[in-house]
């Protein structure tokens, strides 16, 4: 019998695998960056939208404020004008003993022109 020696396949052997093969994880880098763009892109879209419709709020609140302040002074005059003579009242029960006190005069004499301050506290807290 002759003797067969050992030898390598025809062609030869696969080589060794020395390196680690580990699958790839996710996308590319460049995939992530153009999503993280496309998503901020969006945000700033979203943010610009939104701050105009601030701005638009804003507007349309001032010209309501604009519209709506001579209802609103008007409707303080009347207010101090019914306290201013709900004070008189009371001064003319309080003063009604006080000979020579008249309710009407003003108390300065000098014949100026002084806007009218009115104090409306109650007599009753004192």
């Known amino acids: 019998m002759p003797t067969v020696q050992d ?35 969006y945000g700033f879209y979203k943010s610009c939208l939104a701050i105009r419709e601030r701005n638009e709020l ?10 709506l302040s001579p209802l609103l002074i008007a409707e303080h005059d009347r207010n101090l004008i019914r306290k201013h003579l709900a004070d008189r009242s009371k001064e003319s029960i309080i003063m009604k003993n006080i000979t ?18 009115y104090s409306f506290a109650d007599y009753k807290d004192e």
């Open 58 to 67: 804003k507007r349309e609140k001032n010209w309501a404020r604009i519209y």
């Open 100 to 117: 020579g006190w008249d309710v009407d005069e003003n108390v300065y004499n000098d014949g100026r022109f002084r806007i009218p301050t």
């Open 7 to 41: 030898l390598p396949p025809v062609g030869g052997y696969d080589p060794i695998q020395w390196k680690r093969h580990l699958p790839s994880r996710g996308f590319r880098p460049k995939i992530y960056f153009l999503g993280l763009v496309l998503f901020m892109s």
